[in-house]
């Protein structure tokens, strides 16, 4: 990317460059060779970065301390590893096959930990995990609220920040994807308060990106 301006978004370690005429989100590579690198993000594979390019307001900082609740082979999640440069991700995966990449993808990361675990059940990685700033979720279970739900409850600091992505085809394919949004949206309210939301087309049919603040009470 020599000779490429980065142009920075409203996150640490997030810019875009231009890049053969087009703009292309980047974060500032964790573990680079001996120079500076940037690590191009796709928001066709990835969520949260279709999040952002789309300008919903991601409350994560480079100290943040990150619960990653379906990490998969840990593509977002180094991603975000990036971002917290400062701080830790603590990524649950529930499938052997994908952990065996987040695994490999976390050696070089000292502040990505990759844990065997089902989101379902928090309690089973509850000491693994302290209060976190942040929760990030993006499972493809049926209960997504109740998920969010259960693990705030243990790890989530009192002014902490969900970022859900709510996957309606994963919780109800036979209804249709807003009342199936709208009905976990009304779940979430009686513990969190919606901060911002948005769905992601064009990159991801069916989905909304919410974040949403812990009650106090």
């Known amino acids: 990317m020599e000779g490429v301006e980065p142009i920075k978004t409203g996150l640490d370690n997030v810019f875009t460059l231009i890049l053969d005429g087009s703009k292309r989100m980047v974060t500032r590579n964790l573990v680079p060779g001996a120079d500076q690198e940037f690590r191009i993000w796709d928001p ?7 999040s ?43 499938s052997p096959r994908a952990m065996q990449d987040l695994i ?21 990685y509850k ?5 976190v700033d942040i929760i990030y979720q993006d499972v493809a279970q049926r209960e997504q609220a109740g998920i969010a739900i259960r693990n705030a409850g243990l ?17 109800d394919s036979a209804k249709r994807a807003d009342e199936v949004i709208e009905n976990e949206m009304k779940r979430l309210k009686e513990f969190f308060t919606i901060k911002d939301s ?20």
């Open 44 to 50: 066709y594979h990835s969520k949260l970065a279709a």
């Open 52 to 94: 952002i390019l789309k300008g919903l307001t991601i409350p994560v900082k480079k100290d943040s301390m990150v619960l990653y609740l379906g990490a998969a082979n840990g593509t977002t999640a180094s991603h975000v590893s990036d971002i917290v440069s400062e701080g830790t991700v603590f990524a649950v995966e529930f």
């Open 104 to 124: 490999r993808i976390s050696i070089p990361r000292i502040n990505l930990v990759p844990i065997l675990a089902d989101a379902l059940h928090p309690n089973s």
């Open 127 to 131: 000491n693994m995990v302290p209060e």
């Open 155 to 171: 790890f989530l600091k009192k002014d902490g920040y969900l970022i859900l992505m709510i996957k309606s085809r994963s919780i």
């Open 198 to 217: 948005m769905e992601l087309e064009p990159f991801h049919s069916d989905h909304m990106a919410v974040v949403a603040q812990k009650n106090i009470l």
